[in-house]
């Protein structure tokens, strides 16, 4: 069975315990909501974006852990990137949970939910806040984890 | 009296480390583990007696209806059924609430007619009444429950009037333990002429019913959470109202005679299992009514309620476990939350010292919010559990807490 430490490393329980972007964004011009049936998890995101590029993003919601840290080190991370370059990362962080044929290229602070994979029940908790972002980028609306 | 070691052999599942650790199964109100002598039946019946029922003539077929008749008769017997006839077999207990709001309520109500159920229903218990408002026209009141989690009796009476036409609840809570008085609350809604329904799928694993006495109208079994296998229930109801029905669904062995002008039902209980059943899953359960009768529900419960009480010490003297409707009468589940840990992580972190809990709404969502929580962790007890399994959750919380609280 694999290792616990390897799913609740530190920088994720410090995040789940401390998150820095929980909230939400004044003026934001994007909305997402996300729901995981399974546990009853909801989480909101705003954002706030111009020309493309994202000035602010928040969650909102409670839920476990994985996916409150998840949450919050996606938040951090975007700040600053293109919504662009925010789907090549969902894309990236998705393949790094789910896809073990082919190493996935992700930024250091995402790849500490490599251990995930290992634990197949925790994938949506970690993956929730980012369907819940593209949601909020392609269609101002809902995402569920179903 | 039997022995807790000697009860713990007859399930071969609890025999095995998850992780390294031996396994503590604690999520009995999900499924129950399956003793010996249910798989074996089962096999012995695939292995020796497979054929079709009712309608061969060959030794086989003779023997297989055999066996799914004495299954009929062992339930019928366990929970106090008039007669065998009153027992039909189905997929389960949610298959069982569904048959008799489209085959009893559907056909019957109409606008302005209400149905009572209470807070504390699985979503089995909701949304065929749901549908059936729906397809009605009727409405559907529901029945506070208490802070410890018992159901309010002045909520649950103060809703009853002569609009009621069927109440239906849970005999015992799945999501939080819960008895409910059945008998009383029977009597209370027949005053007002109403039918009655209970959903026992919780109960009959782990106290004595009798169907007689509690004189509903209708009564819900579940074969997988009273040591059966799964895909296989009860729709236990009154042989009148049962006559009275039309079956639900068409099909073989449900008829007397078809012609493409006229087609003749076949008598209750075949007119409502049209197709092959699930011959060996009513043997299986046959095979758990045994069990049970064999152990006693008198060593059972209290055998549970010991476990229970246990389990009630040791987690109120874990700083930051809440407990969540801790009723007086309860059949054995626990429900708590951990301070600042998710249910979620609790579960992940106790499967992975070997104990396995539930965690999630529990198909209770309406239950969870009385309660403004999410979702809880359910630990839940069956005859097979020992103090000592009681001591590793207790160790596996702490564990929890010292990770992420």
New interface residues.
Partial sequence: MSDLRELYLEMVTDHAKNPRKRGKVDACTHIGTGHNPLCGDKIVVTIAAENGVINDIKFDGEGCAISTASADLMAEILIGKTIDEAKILFNGFHGLLTDDSQPTEVPRKLAVFSGVREFPMRVKCATLAWHTLISALENDGEATTE | MITDAAISDMFPALHQS???KKLVYLDSAATTQKPQCVIDAITSFYENDNANIHRGVHTLSQRATKSYEDARTSVANLVGASRPEEVIFVRGATEAINLIAQGWARPRLCDGDEILITEMEHHSNIVPWQMVCEQTGASLKVAKVNDDGSLDLDSFKSLLSEDTVLVSFAHVSNAIGTINPAKELCTLAKEVGATTVVDGAQATGHMQVNFTEIDCDFYAISGHKMFGPTGIGCLVGKYSLLEEMEPWQGGGDMILTVSFEETVWNEVPFKFEAGTPNIAGAVGLGAAVNFINEIGYETISTKEQELLSCGRKVLSSIDGVKLIGASEDNSGVLAFTVN??????VG??LD?SGVAIR???HCA?PL?NRFGL??TCRASFSVYNTTEDIDRLGVAIQEAIR??G
């Fill in positions: 998850i992780g390294g600042n840990v998710h249910p979620h992580d992940t972190i992975h965690t999630g709404n969502e969870m999410s979702a990770i992420l």
